[in-house]
């Protein structure tokens, strides 16, 4: 499982990386200043479901927990990667297919907002699905992060049972 995750984690992280450059430098969507003085940079209408929106997020999850300078943000950035080692040693010994796609997912968004944390001390957020109701923006390495913690809850689920001894019958 190891190999297979790290590639899927390095595709994750590549394109999650292409995907904030191409919002950030070709569609200029961080003016000067934008990064210090503003949440919302700016906004480009695709259509009523969605759109593109730039956000600086300093914080983890849906902005929460907000670690924007000094010492909080290179500890947020440490507690990422001791995470994202963590599930490599974990992917290492797993032997599901399932826990492999889900740990590849998880390394490979958590190192892309890693190196926009230590970049510019914030994570540049542009999908927008707000027409859906859906109030949060986000990017790559978040919809990775969430869709491998949700396989790794499936995996759990349909595979927890595996794992309890059977007792014998009298």
Not at 46 to 55: K, P
Not at 75 to 85: K, M, V, Y
């Amino acid at each position: 499982m190891l190999r297979f995750g790290l590639l899927l984690a390095a595709g994750v992280f590549v394109l999650d990386q292409a995907s904030k450059y191409w919002v950030l430098e070709a569609l200029q969507f961080s003016p000067p200043g934008c990064l210090e003085t503003h949440f919302g940079c700016r906004k480009i209408e695709i259509s009523g479901i969605f759109d593109l929106t730039m956000v600086w997020n300093y914080g983890v999850s849906f902005g929460m927990l907000k670690a924007g300078d000094g010492l909080a943000r290179w500890a947020l950035a440490g507690l990422s990667l001791g995470i994202a080692g963590f599930f490599v040693w974990w992917m290492r010994t797993a032997t599901r297919s399932l826990t492999g796609w889900a740990l590849g997912l998880v390394v490979g968004g958590a190192l892309g907002n890693v190196v926009d944390r230590i970049r510019f001390g914030a994570v540049a957020d542009f999908l927008d699905f707000s027409g859906l109701y859906f109030p949060w923006v986000f990017n790559v390495a978040d919809a990775a992060i969430t869709v491998g913690a949700a396989l790794l809850a499936l995996d759990f689920l349909r595979n927890g049972e595996e794992k309890q001894p059977t007792k014998a019958p009298g």
